[in-house]
């Protein structure tokens, strides 16, 4: 992955929500260790301190936990948590987002509606 060093994120946001990826996608299971911030910054060729502030950010929420002189591992839950924050955060905005672009080209409710069933059938396939 590469990180967008010109975006609206700041790059410890981009590193937390990567190694989310990671975790959803199994590449990381519970009680595994992760990237120590010294890999993660070699990775991505960037400053320790930023790629730690990422993985506080995991431990902040749970998803990951410190072993003191171990590093970090993925906790129990990390999958359910990242899940319910994606759902409760980034589809709501999305969705918010969508219907306020809709209200602005005066899409109908029933037009936007059957917009989203065509996409969901198109994502199946």
């Keep these: 992955m590469k990180l967008n060093s010109d975006g609206l994120k700041p790059i410890y946001v981009q590193i937390s929500e990567w190694l989310e990826n990671e975790i959803i996608s199994g590449n990381?299971?519970?009680?595994?260790?992760?990237?120590?911030?010294?890999?993660?910054?070699?990775?991505?060729?960037?400053?320790?301190?930023?790629?730690?502030?990422?993985?506080?950010?995991?431990?902040?929420?749970?998803?990951?936990?410190?072993?003191?002189?171990?590093?970090?591992?993925?906790?129990?839950?990390?999958?359910?948590?990242i899940l319910s924050k994606r759902k409760s955060q980034t589809l709501k905005r999305l969705v918010f987002e969508t219907v306020h672009e809709a209200n602005t080209l005066n899409v109908s409710e029933e037009e936007l509606l059957q917009m989203i069933k065509n996409a969901i059938k198109g994502v199946g396939k």
């Design 28 to 81: 990381f299971e519970t009680d595994q260790k992760v990237y120590s911030q010294y890999q993660l910054a070699e990775m991505f060729t960037i400053n320790p301190a930023t790629a730690a502030k990422g993985l506080n950010i995991l431990a902040d929420e749970n998803i990951l936990y410190k072993k003191r002189g171990l590093g970090m591992f993925v906790t129990e839950n990390a999958q359910e948590i």
